[in-house]
């Protein structure tokens, strides 16, 4: 049986819609009521797994999951070693660097040599800021990250950003944009090569609706 990893959150209505279009029904956990994590498709092809999104790459590259649903900021930021499949083009959002807008600052490099910026998502802010030949501190936070500006713990946070309107409301702005993020579909790289559960149909399946809808 096909099993496929959904993220918790933003993607999950249109990741489901999408599977919807291909035969696969995993409406059940748009139902404000359950609490079950995992749950069969009506046809029996398949069983879906409800996970958080950071989660859904892990799920994937150790197998407990054929196929995967996953925003593109994880993967940049855990490189997982799963296939990477189709840009499903819903999810759209980017990975920014914000500072205060009373700051001084408009371009990350009129940032202090050694500040600190903080970030959930260290990897690319690291990796960031080694390509600007610019040494900071990456202060990890995985909570509110606004905050680290606004307390004065970080001269500036990198997140992902979507509308802006959390940024806008606590006094940050946009000063550059490290890449955009969009839903990514993703599978068992083993899995993919055997055709386990006949995933190429189902791939292929999902490439055609998405065609559709463009």
């Known amino acids: 049986m096909l099993t496929v990893a959904l993220p918790k959150g933003e993607l999950l209505k249109n990741s489901i819609r999408l599977l919807q279009a ?7 956990f748009l139902d404000s009521g359950t609490r ?5 498709d009506a046809s029996g092809q398949a069983k879906g797994l409800l996970v958080r999104a950071q989660d859904v790459p892990v799920y994937v590259e150790y197998g407990q999951a054929q196929l995967g649903v996953v925003g ?31 700051s001084s ?32 501190e990456i202060v990890p936070l995985y909570g509110s ?12 946070i990198v997140d992902l950003v979507s509308t802006g309107r959390t940024l806008r409301e606590n006094g940050l702005i946009e000063i550059a944009t490290l ?29 055609e609706a998405l065609l559709v809808k463009v």
């Open 36 to 40: 079950q994590l995992q749950i069969p």
């Open 105 to 136: 600052y408009r371009s990350p490099l009129d940032l202090p040599p050694h500040g600190r910026v903080a970030s959930k998502y260290v990897n690319c802010a690291r990796e960031y800021f080694h390509s600007l030949d610019l040494p900071v």
């Open 22 to 28: 291909v035969g696969l029904d995993f409406s059940a």
């Open 179 to 207: 890449y955009e993020s969009t839903a990514r579909l993703i599978a068992h790289p083993l899995s993919y090569r055997l055709n386990t559960g006949n995933l190429s149909d189902v791939i292929a399946k999902l490439r």
């Open 72 to 102: 593109y900021d994880v993967l940049r930021e855990k490189q997982p070693q799963v296939a990477h499949l189709v840009d499903l083009q819903f999810g759209h959002c980017r990975m920014s660097v914000a500072v205060k807008a009373s």
């Open 145 to 156: 990250v606004e905050l680290g500006p606004i307390t004065g713990m970080s001269e500036a």
